[in-house]
């Protein structure tokens, strides 16, 4: 496959995919999009011409797989989050039976993610469209919109209730405290990747961590 981001030009030579290995396609234009937000940050850099010349395709081909820029986008990032999601759940499992190590695991995972792939998290929970919009217009599905990022949060709160449950945390409401700690790890996630000059106590994450779960 080409690496060129550019929209110019004819795509370059591509052997077609075997009869019935439409879904193989469908999942390299997916890939192909997460590329190209990987490398820039930037959901304009997706359109349909730059995503078609990355694949090796026209751009009018994209159309029989996805109806609109938008439904690509969503692709991309309903792939991106069950990624994130899969990581996340290996890292836990490693951790042990320890349900504060596990609770603490998924926290540096989810923090480290942020740091090593910082294009990719801003693009995922930073927003790439208007979604709203879209929604209303009915270009992209609103229980899909909605489900994006919601397994690793089920996971969080799933952590944290064992952890209240074997007395390492005290807190009174695992559910909320659950969305209130991904808020703040949100928070420092993001504003260390658009705060280069600033800093960080070195043990912030650990501090946040623990006042934020009650542990």
Known sequence: M??????????PARRRNPRGEGERLKGEISDAALALLDETGDAGAVTLRAVARRVGISAPSIYGHFEN???????????????IDAELRRVVEAAGPDSRDRLLALCEGYLDFARARPHRYLVMYGGVWNAAQDMADDAVPRHEVAALGIATLELLQELLAACV????????????????LWVAMH??????????????????????????AYI
């Open 165 to 180: 449950a074997d007395g390492s945390s005290q807190s009174t409401d695992p559910d909320a405290d659950a969305i209130a």
């Open 2 to 11: 080409s690496t060129s981001t550019t929209d110019g030009g004819a795509p």
């Open 187 to 212: 928070g420092l996630a993001h504003q260390r990747i658009v705060s280069t000059a600033f800093t960080w106590p070195p043990d912030i994450d650990s501090r946040l961590v623990a006042r934020m």
């Open 69 to 83: 820029r938008q439904q690509i986008l969503l692709a991309a990032l309903t792939r991106a989050f069950a990624e």
